[in-house]
């Protein structure tokens, strides 16, 4: 009996680690993702405003 609880109790404890690393895993992706679009809207917005500065259109810019 003591031998089953061990058990339940190593299986709960594996459990709950695994749980907890896919967590972590899931924030950090989501963590870098986010940051991945603030670099990509930071790097457009100084793109957009070096061509207005340089008196160039943007290229979806009607004609």
Not at 3 to 11: E, G, S
Not at 17 to 43: I, P, T
Request: hydrophobic letters at 50%; charged letters at 30%.
């Amino acid at each position: 009996m003591a031998l089953a609880f061990v058990l339940t109790a190593i299986a709960f404890a594996a459990g709950l680690g695994l749980s907890w690393w896919q967590a972590r895993r899931r924030f950090r992706r989501h963590l870098a993702d986010r940051l991945a679009r603030e670099v990509e809207r930071e790097m457009a917005r100084r793109v957009l405003a070096d061509l207005q500065t340089s008196g160039l259109k943007p290229p979806d810019a009607p004609r």
